[in-house]
């Protein structure tokens, strides 16, 4: 959700955000159910199952019908509006049979139909669930007064698999929402201000590798440490552990969104350590890159062109293989006793806040919609 003195929703299954836009009758979907632990469990095991399709159908025929129930009952409960934003492709099926004949801007943070590999996905999803919602959010797409997404590479994706490509809005931070913690990381963690901090924004994915950088931490100056700051870290611990590193990486947990940027300004470098698992991740720009940018730190990224893209644009950062402790515990070395590089790379970091930020974003968003709504006047 993005304000500018307009109300702007963002929907998505199981949240709902809702701001301001000129037009009062613009208005979010409602909520959905949420899942019971048993029920969770369950699904975990269909969804890593690669038992035979047979076997699998009829957790799939159950989970339509629950899916089916749910979006009913989304659909009856939608207000009339002038416009939608779909943020989520399974909300869509609700606001079709609603009757509401609003607009809506389908909006794409990811190619989720890609966002595993499909040696990784079990028989539920490759033989029904990823072509039923293929076929779900090519209707979408189709249907959709625009398209939008957040990189080139996913744009691309999609053009291809649907033949309409978005419009690209860069997800980059807005400091407008920003509020100061009491206490910054290095207060929090008890980390002293001499010592090199390096700082992990965003919630824990199949799409990170931490190996090799635990391992090169453990060949680096005992003052190096690092901040995971997101949910699902947790599932690191033993790994951490048994690294010898409990005292050096620190989970954390999530921050409200409000305070990540403040929190890690003290910080002396971010981390990025994704690697192209999926089409997905291979064309993704992350939240934790623009927060990154937005507190002004150097970046340590993976090969990946969209970050690549940016990095070497601003020249705030430099390529890593995560794969490589090497290589990694020798880029951070070089970064923590260069203080000249930490000091440009953190300048340029600045300066490119100021263009990789929303309010940079923002008119676009707002003529876009603006041209939608006074279309349908």
């Known amino acids: 959700m993005r304000r500018w003195g307009a109300r702007v929703i963002a929907i998505a299954a199981g949240k709902v955000t809702s701001g301001e836009f000129d037009d ?3 208005a979010p979907l409602p909520d959905g159910p949420g899942r019971g632990a048993t029920v969770s469990r369950v699904w975990d095991w269909v969804k890593t199952t690669r038992q035979p399709a047979i076997i699998v159908a009829p957790f799939f ?3 339509l019908c629950l899916f089916l129930l749910q979006t009913i009952r989304l659909s009856w409960r939608l207000p009339q509006a002038n416009l939608f934003i779909l943020h989520g492709v399974t909300v869509y099926p609700a606001y079709a049979i609603s009757g509401r ?10 190619f989720y139909c890609g966002v595993e590999p499909d040696s990784e996905i079990g028989t539920f999803e490759r033989a029904f669930l990823r072509p039923f919602l293929r076929l779900i959010e090519a209707r979408c797409i189709a249907a959709g007064a625009e398209t939008v997404t957040v990189s080139d590479g996913l744009a691309g994706l999609i053009e291809k698999s649907y033949g309409r490509r978005p419009v690209v809005f860069r997800n980059g931070h807005d400091a407008r929402l920003d509020h100061e913690p009491e206490k910054d990381i290095r207060a929090r963690l008890g980390v002293n201000d001499g010592d090199f901090l390096i700082v992990v924004i965003g919630n824990h994915k199949p799409g990170q590798r931490f190996d090799a950088l635990f391992t090169a931490l453990s060949n680096t100056a005992p003052d190096i ?3 995971l700051i997101g949910r699902g870290y947790e599932v690191l611990a033993d790994q951490i552990a048994d690294a010898g590193l409990s005292n050096r990486v620190h989970v954390m947990g999530a921050l409200a969104p409000w305070a990540i940027v403040p929190s890690v300004r003290s910080a002396d470098l971010a981390a990025l350590p994704y690697y192209d698992r999926s089409d997905n991740y291979s064309f993704s720009l992350p939240n ?11 970046l340590l990224t993976p090969d990946l062109p969209e970050m690549d893209m940016l990095v070497d644009r601003y020249e705030m950062g430099t390529m890593v293989d995560w794969t490589s402790a ?3 515990a020798a880029e951070i070395t070089r970064i923590r006793d260069n203080p000249d590089r930490t000091a440009r790379l953190r300048r340029n970091a600045i300066t490119a806040s100021e263009n990789l930020s929303w309010p940079h974003e923002e008119e676009r968003w707002r003529e876009i919609l603006s041209n939608i ?4 006047s």
């Open 24 to 26: 009062p009758t613009v």
């Open 225 to 227: 440490h690092v901040a």
């Open 288 to 298: 934790g890159f623009f927060q990154s940018v937005g507190a002004g730190l150097p």
């Open 61 to 63: 025929i159950a989970w």
């Open 373 to 376: 709504l006074s279309a349908e």
């Open 101 to 110: 004949r609003a607009p809506f801007v389908y909006d794409i943070h990811d």
């Open 326 to 328: 090497e290589d990694i």
